[in-house]
């Protein structure tokens, strides 16, 4: 297991601008402010009014978008772009996004950011009528089935392959002199409209504008799809309204800080959760110390409002490079060593609050608390600031199978053991609503996604029973690159 595999992981960012003579630069400058919601591959299709141009790689955006040969070669004034960090379908170059495909009426480049629900039973009629599947995606059966369809328009094709599709998904579409947007019925995921000069934007976060100097103008809403042509923008809404349900840990895990998501500052919001989380579980202590740096926000607001001092009591090495991400077993013991250190001067003989966002196996926080008490700390109080994950996602996050996640097979107490914490305590499902929205989940209107932590999961879970495993990232993974 790698040292980050302890945490859910977010598995894509979407990008894609029209109208820009920079397209393929602002996209790949956009890509790499969302790289961290996916590390293992990326791409850029662009379209320069008569041809399509496109380079995926496996890896860091800085590492495959970084010269002039590579951007230059991107030409044009559309590009979409995508970050991948795989739900479903292994990471091979084939899976990298976006996809393309040669359709009757020209190319169509697509890049996704969610999980379909009933991708492997589509994909099975799909295969039994004769369609040939080039790449282990769940994003591959959407550009099939915009092929098959009957609707003559891009858009109508689109809308139409979509009405067959269960599951999250932010789409950023592009095809000849057209850019598409659409978030999926309930809005799981985000994609927000920008604007820099002429040119408009789609992407995953609003830290995607920020670094192309474009301005936010709104989030694109659940079931919209906007049509972006050289005549303007057009927004329609072909989907059955249904109820919102934005993904909750997009505030507690998943989204930059600096993004505001929903009209909600990320860093804002997550200092206010820490703080609920004080108001809910105090303890007597000397010190809050946060798990860097996801813990950070949270243990800022937790010490705010508990009047401890707030100290940087983990000391988090940014140099951990892809060589130890996926270490040798000769210094895989070292594990967390390499990625964080407890500062012994801020811990020694002190009473220890150490704050985090979410345990999902525990391995980690065990090894973080025996760190911590190595460098002197006298107790240690863990306090979480999300509830406990006992579900998986199945909506576009990496997560476990339910046998594997901690909370899912052992109440607060054991866990507090297994960890080897004083105490241990996690915010309230409620508390985290009141902290987010200031509603409580009960009546709340617009509701979130919390499957994770509820079991309540607003789409259906069409594949459920055909997945041996039970993760949404072995759909499909049968398939092996040689
Ligand atoms: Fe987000 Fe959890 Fe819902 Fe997945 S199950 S979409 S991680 S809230």
Known sequence: MSFDADHLHEECGVFGIFGSSEASAHTALGLHALQHRGQEAAGIVSFDGEHFYTHRALGLVGDNFNSAAVIGKLKGHIAIGHNRYSTTG?????????????????GLAMAHNGNLT???????????????????????????????SKQSSVEDRLCDALSRVEGAYSLVVMSNNTMIGVRDPNGVRPLVLGKVGEALILASETCALDIVGAQYVRDIEPGEVVIITPSGMRSIKPFAKTEKRFCIFEYVYFSRPDSISEGRNVYETRSRIGAQLAREAHVAADVVVPVPDS????????????RIPFELGIIRNHYVGRTFIEPSDRVRHLGVKLKHNGNRAILEGKRVILVDDSIVRGTTSKKIVNMVREAGAKEVHMRIASPPTTHSCFYGVDTP???????????????????????????????????????????????YCDACFSGDYPIPLTDAGMIATGSQKDLFSEVKDV
């Open 90 to 106: 292994d990471t091979l170059l084939r899976n990298v996004q976006p996809l393309y495909g040669d359709f009757s009426f020209g």
């Open 118 to 148: 009933n991708a492997m039973t589509l994909r099975k009629q799909l295969i039994d009528i004769g369609c040939l599947f080039q790449s282990t995606s769940d994003t591959e059966v959407i550009i099939h089935l915009i092929a098959l």
């Open 295 to 306: 813990g950070i926000p949270g243990a800022i607001g937790y010490a705010k409002q508990s």
């Open 401 to 447: 199978t339910r046998d594997q996640l901690l909370a899912a097979n052992h109440d607060v107490a054991s866990m507090a053991k297994l960890i080897g914490v004083d105490s241990l305590a996690f915010i309230s499902i409620n508390g985290m609503y009141q902290a987010v929205a200031n509603i409580n989940r009960n009546n709340a209107n617009p509701q």
